[in-house]
C-alpha cells in the first residue's frame, strides 16, 4: 500500500522516505528494497538485527543479470579460496558493513540458507569469509543473497588476478623474542643491581650470567638484524642513516658485557641491550600498524568487471573472462556497464559517461561507427560493440604502463630521523675517540672501558623512537576524522609540501547533488505533467534528474513518444506536444555553443527556457583556498570544459591558476613540472588522476565512500572533509616540530649518560635506569604533545 508520510525515516536503512513510502507490519520503509530485506529477515527469525542498531540497513540496489558470469565454471574456481568434495570457500569484500548488526547477520547466513555452512566476518578489512555445500547452492546464488538484504559484494577485475600474498609476521616474532629476553634478563640482573650478598646468589652468579648471554643472543642475531643489515646497506652506499648508531651500539653492548662476563668484570650490559632492542621494535611494530583495511595500490583492475557479455559466432551470447576478449569480437554493453576495451560501436544509442577517465563530467553522445575508449560507463540502453584492442592494450590500461606507476617515493625521501642520524653518529664517534685518546694519555687501564662506555650510553634510541610514535600517533588521529595516510614517510613529505593541485570534478564539486536551474518563461502545470511523461521513457541521466524534479506532477498517458539519439525527446497528446533536448532540437536559434550542461525545453514548438545543471560545489572551499594561499601555491586541473572558470573564480575570491580540458598525460607533466619548485601534492578522485597521483610526492585521493574504488594513492581523503585539508597539513609540520623538541629531550639524556661515560663511571645499573628512562619520557612525551596539538581539530564529517 503507497502511503504519503513526508517526514517517515525508513525503518531499515534510516534514509528520509520522502513523499512516496510504502507501509508495512506498521512499519514505514523508503522503498521496496527495504521493505523486502525486512520481510526477509522476519520471515527467517532475524529480527534481532534491528535490535542492535537502529536503521542499520543499507537499501539493496542491484540488477540480477549483472551476475551472470558467476555461471562459468572457470571464472568461479579462479575466484574461490578452497573447492574440494562439494564444499566451496570465499572471501568476499563487503564495503556495507559499518556495524554490529551487519557482523550480526552475516555471520547468521545460514538462516537464510541451510547450504551456508558457516560465515566469518572480518569488520576492519570489510571482508565475510563464507563456507557453503555447492551441491544445490552456487557462488552466484550466494552474491544475489547477499545484495538482496542490502550487502552487495564488490567483485572486480582486480580479485580475479590478484595472488595471495602470506602475511609476514616476522615484526611480531622479533618482538616477541626482544620482549621475553628482556624480561627474564632484568629478573637475573636485580642481584647484580642491589649487590644482594647470599650464598646462593654468589654460588650461582656466574649461571645467572651465562643465562644472561643466552637470552641475549638470539636478540642480537635476530630480532635486531634488520638494523645490521640496514646500516651494512647504507655504509656500502656511503649513507650513514640512523641505523648506524644502533647497530654500533647493540653491537658495542653485546660484545662488551661478553668480554665483561667471560673475565669475570662484571655482570655486563645485557639489560640495556635487551631493553633497546625491545624498545626500538615497539616504535617500529606502532608504526607499521596503520590501516591495513584500505588499499593504496589500486589500478584499472579495482574498477574493471571481471567478465563480459561476448556475442559468438551462431549469434548466442555467452558469458567470457575479460582476459579471453580479443580483437575482432562482438560484445554486449548494458545499461551503467564499464567499456573494458577500445572499440566501434556497432548497434544502439550510446552515451557515455568518461568522467572517471577523463574529468569530463557530461556525457557524451556517440552514433554507430564512433570510437569508444576503454574505462567509459554506458548510460542508454543495450548496445553492440567491436573490440579493436585487447584488455592489455586498450587507453586505459596503457595509462599504467608509465613509469610513474613503479616509482618509489620513499627511496628518494630523507626522513628527519635519518638526517639527524649523520649528525649524531658523527658526533658520537668523535667524542668517543676524544674520550679515548685521553684517558690513554691520562690512565690507559680505562681507555678502552671509556671508549665502549661512550658508544653504549649515547645509543640514539630515544631519537629513533621519536618520529614513529610522534607519526604514528599523528596517522591514528588524521584516520579518525577520515584521512587515511599509506605510511608516515607520507605525512613527512606532507609537512614539506610547496604546492597542492586540486582536481575539479568529482574533487571540488560532490557527486551526491547537482544544482537544476530553470531560466526561462514559466511551464504550466499541464506543461510540467508532460514534461514529466515524456522525460519518463528515458535512461539519459539528464532525464532521470528533470524527472525527479517533476516528481509531484501526475503521469499522463502518450499518443506518440520519439527519441532522437543525442538530440532529444518529443511527447504527443491530442492538445499539446513538448520538446526537451538541445537548443537545436527544440528550435531555439539564437543559443550560442553552451559551455555549461543543459536541456532546452518547448511547448507546441514555442520555446520555453532550459534547466541548466550546475555543478554543486562543496561546502566551505572559499575558506580552504583562502587558509592555504599564503602557505602553498594553488592550482585547479580539470579535464571539464571552461564553463565553469567564472563560477569558480567567484566562490575562490582571488586569482587563482585555473586549467581546462586537462588530459591524463597532460596533468602528470604538469605535476611533474611543478616539482621542480618543490614538494607538490596532488587532491583527485578518477582513474584521469592516477598519473598525476603517483607522479606527485603527496597523492591524495578523495572518496566519498574509502571502501569502493579510488585510484592509487598516498592517501584516501573522506571527501565531506576536504575543505578540512588545510587543517591536517598544518597538523603534519606540527609534528615534524614535535619531533625535534623529543631530540632536545634526547640529546639532555645523552649529555647526563655521556657525563658518566666520559669520567669512566658508568655503572651497568646507571645504564639501566637512563636508557629506559629516556625511551619511556620520549613515547609519553610524543604521544601527549599529538593528542594536545590535535585536541581542537574537532571536524565535523
Same mark, same amino acid.
Given at each position: ?19 512516496r ?33 537502529d ?18 565454471? @572457470? ?57 557453503f ?16 538484504i ?15 600474498s602470506?602475511?609476514?609476521r ?12 628482556f624480561?627474564?634478563?632484568m ?18 652468579k656466574?649461571?645467572?650470567r651465562?643465562l644472561?648471554f ?35 651500539g ?11 662476563i667471560?673475565? @669475570? ?5 645485557? @639489560? ?56 575482432? @569480437? ?87 630521523t635519518?638526517?639527524?642520524g ?25 681507555a ?10 649515547a ?34 613529505r ?13 574533487t ?30 528515458s ?55 553552451p ?5 532546452h525545453?518547448?511547448?507546441n ?6 534547466f ?30 571552461e564553463?565553469?572558470?567564472q ?22 607533466v604538469?605535476?611533474?613540472?611543478l ?79 655521556l ?28 604521544t601527549v ?13
Amino acid at each position: 500500500m503507497q502511503v504519503c508520510m513526508e517526514h517517515s525515516n525508513c525503518y531499515h536503512c534510516g534514509d528520509p522516505c520522502g513523499a512516496r513510502s510504502v507501509e508495512f507490519d506498521e512499519k514505514v520503509f523508503c522503498c521496496q528494497g527495504c521493505k523486502v530485506v525486512y520481510e526477509i529477515f522476519s520471515t527467517n527469525g532475524l529480527e534481532y538485527y534491528y535490535d542492535l542498531e537502529d536503521a542499520a540497513g543499507t537499501s539493496p540496489d542491484f540488477k540480477p543479470q549483472k551476475y551472470e558470469y558467476l555461471d562459468n565454471p @572457470d571464472i568461479v574456481d579462479r575466484l574461490l579460496e578452497f573447492n574440494e568434495e562439494g564444499i566451496q570457500v570465499i572471501e568476499l569484500h563487503i564495503p556495507s558493513i559499518h556495524c554490529s548488526s551487519c557482523i550480526w547477520v552475516l555471520e547468521n547466513l545460514n538462516r537464510l540458507n541451510s547450504s551456508i555452512k558457516s560465515s566469518q566476518v572480518d569488520f576492519p578489512r570489510k571482508k565475510v569469509r563464507v563456507t557453503f555445500e555447492n551441491s544445490e547452492f552456487t557462488l552466484k546464488q550466494l552474491v544475489v543473497l547477499l545484495s538482496k538484504i542490502g550487502y552487495e559484494p564488490a567483485l572486480s577485475l582486480e580479485d580475479f588476478t590478484r595472488k595471495k600474498s602470506p602475511v609476514d609476521r616476522s615484526l611480531l616474532y622479533k618482538l616477541g623474542v626482544a620482549g621475553f629476553a628482556f624480561g627474564n634478563v632484568m629478573l637475573l640482573s636485580f642481584p647484580e643491581y642491589f649487590e644482594v650478598q647470599e650464598f646462593w646468589l654468589d654460588q650461582y652468579k656466574i649461571v645467572f650470567r651465562w643465562l644472561m648471554f643466552a637470552f641475549s643472543l638470539p636478540v642480537v642475531v635476530y630480532a635486531a638484524r634488520d638494523y645490521f643489515i640496514s646500516a651494512y646497506k647504507g655504509l656500502r652506499s656511503r649513507l650513514l642513516n640512523i641505523d648506524v648508531p644502533i647497530a654500533l651500539g647493540v653491537l658495542t653492548l653485546f660484545v662488551r658485557s661478553t668480554v665483561d662476563i667471560l673475565f @669475570d668484570f662484571g655482570s655486563g650490559f645485557f @639489560d640495556s641491550l635487551t631493553g633497546l632492542v625491545f624498545f626500538l621494535l615497539v616504535g617500529k611494530f606502532f608504526q607499521q600498524k596503520t590501516y591495513a583495511f584500505l588499499s593504496f595500490e589500486r589500478d584499472y583492475k579495482s574498477y574493471f568487471p571481471i567478465a563480459v557479455t561476448r556475442i559468438n559466432a551462431n549469434k548466442e551470447e555467452e558469458n567470457v573472462e575479460i582476459y579471453k576478449v580479443k580483437a575482432g @569480437d562482438t560484445l554486449l554493453i548494458r545499461n551503467q556497464e564499464i567499456i573494458p576495451v577500445d572499440c566501434v560501436l556497432n548497434h544502439g544509442d550510446a552515451q557515455i559517461d568518461y568522467s572517471f577517465v577523463t574529468g569530463e563530467s557530461q556525457a557524451v553522445v556517440k552514433k554507430a561507427g564512433d570510437m569508444l575508449y576503454a574505462g567509459g560507463k554506458q548510460l542508454g540502453g543495450i548496445v553492440e560493440v567491436e573490440t579493436l584492442k585487447s584488455v592489455s592494450q586498450s587507453y586505459l590500461t596503457q595509462l599504467w604502463s608509465n613509469a610513474v606507476f613503479s616509482k618509489n617515493k620513499a627511496s628518494g625521501f630523507q626522513t628527519i630521523t635519518d638526517a639527524i642520524g649523520k649528525r649524531f653518529t658523527l658526533a658520537v664517534l668523535s667524542i668517543a675517540i676524544i674520550a679515548a685518546g685521553f684517558w690513554l694519555w691520562y690512565d690507559p687501564g680505562k681507555a678502552l672501558n671509556v671508549f665502549t662506555a661512550v658508544l653504549i650510553i649515547a645509543c640514539p634510541c630515544a631519537i629513533a623512537l621519536a618520529a614513529p610514535f610522534t607519526l604514528g600517533n599523528m596517522l591514528r588521529i588524521f584516520g579518525k576524522y577520515g584521512f587515511y595516510l599509506k605510511d608516515t614517510n607520507t605525512l613527512e613529505r606532507m609537512a614539506q609540501t610547496a604546492s597542492v593541485v586540486f582536481d575539479k570534478t568529482g574533487t571540488l564539486t560532490t557527486s551526491d547533488e547537482n544544482q537544476i536551474v530553470y531560466e526561462g518563461m514559466e511551464l504550466t502545470p499541464e506543461e510540467a505533467s508532460l514534461l514529466k511523461t515524456t522525460l519518463r521513457a528515458s535512461n539519459h541521466p539528464l532525464s532521470r534528474s528533470l524527472y525527479q524534479l517533476l516528481q509531484e506532477y501526475d503521469i499522463q498517458t502518450l499518443d506518440e513518444f520519439t527519441e532522437e539519439a543525442g538530440k532529444g525527446l518529443e511527447g504527443r497528446t491530442d492538445q499539446q506536444s513538448i520538446k526537451v533536448g538541445s537548443a537545436g532540437f527544440v528550435g531555439e536559434k539564437g543559443t550560442k555553443k553552451p559551455v555549461e550542461t543543459a536541456v532546452h525545453i518547448s511547448s507546441n514548438n514555442v520555446y520555453k527556457g532550459r534547466f541548466a545543471f550546475k555543478n554543486t560545489y562543496r561546502e566551505g572551499l572559499s575558506q580552504l583556498f583562502s587558509r592555504l594561499k599564503d602557505k602553498v601555491g594553488l592550482y585547479i586541473l580539470s579535464g571539464d570544459n571552461e564553463g565553469e572558470r567564472q563560477t569558480l573564480g567567484q566562490l575562490i575570491s582571488f586569482p587563482l591558476p585555473m586549467f581546462f580540458d586537462q588530459k591524463p598525460e597532460d596533468k602528470l607533466v604538469f605535476v611533474k613540472d611543478l616539482q621542480e619548485k618543490g614538494k607538490v601534492m596532488m587532491v583527485g578522485d578518477g582513474l584521469n588522476d592516477a598519473g598525476a597521483l603517483a607522479q606527485s610526492d603527496v597523492g591524495v585521493a578523495i572518496a566519498e565512500n574509502v571502501n569502493v574504488f579510488s585510484p592509487a594513492s598516498d592517501a584516501i581523503l573522506d571527501g565531506k572533509i576536504i575543505t578540512h585539508l588545510w587543517r591536517f597539513m598544518d597538523l603534519a609540520k606540527q609534528s615534524i616540530s614535535i619531533i625535534k623538541w623529543s631530540f632536545v629531550l634526547s640529546l639532555c639524556y645523552n649529555v647526563i649518560g655521556l657525563y658518566f661515560a666520559v669520567t669512566g663511571q658508568l655503572e651497568p645499573v646507571v645504564a639501566a635506569i637512563l636508557m629506559p628512562l629516556s625511551s619511556i619520557s620520549i613515547v609519553v612525551f610524543t604521544t601527549v604533545s599529538t593528542n594536545f596539538i590535535a585536541r581542537n581539530l574537532r571536524i565535523k564529517s
